[in-house]
């Protein structure tokens, strides 16, 4: 296929950076980046694609899962008195 594009000329210098250290011309060190740039977002590359093993999240040894309710509370009462605090400041 035929077409113009219109290059920046940060990209206009890179490109012209890799024709001179790969040897090659324009056309062939373009579609080389094109091709490299689009299967970027395909397969891995090795050819599979990505996959993440999930695993259940448990507690760290030591943390009460009966207790992280009243823990929360306490950082809620915190949180609550210290901007009670701010606005008092405020107010004098």
Do not use: C, W
């Not at 920046?8 to 324009?26: N, S, T």
């Not at 060190?29 to 977002?41: C, E, K, M, P, V």
């Not at 899962?65 to 008092?88: C, G, N, Q, V, Y």
């Amino acid at each position: 296929m035929r077409t113009t594009v219109t290059l920046d000329a940060d990209v206009e210098q890179r490109l012209r950076e890799a024709m001179h250290i790969q040897g090659k011309g324009f056309k062939e060190t373009l579609n080389d980046a094109l091709r490299r740039g689009l299967g970027a977002t395909g397969p891995t590359s090795d050819g599979s694609p990505f996959k993440v093993e999930s695993r259940p999240l448990r507690l760290r040894t030591g943390l009460d899962p009966a207790h992280l309710r009243e823990l929360d509370d306490d950082l809620e009462i915190a949180e609550f008195l210290r901007k009670s605090a701010r606005l008092d400041e405020h107010r004098r």
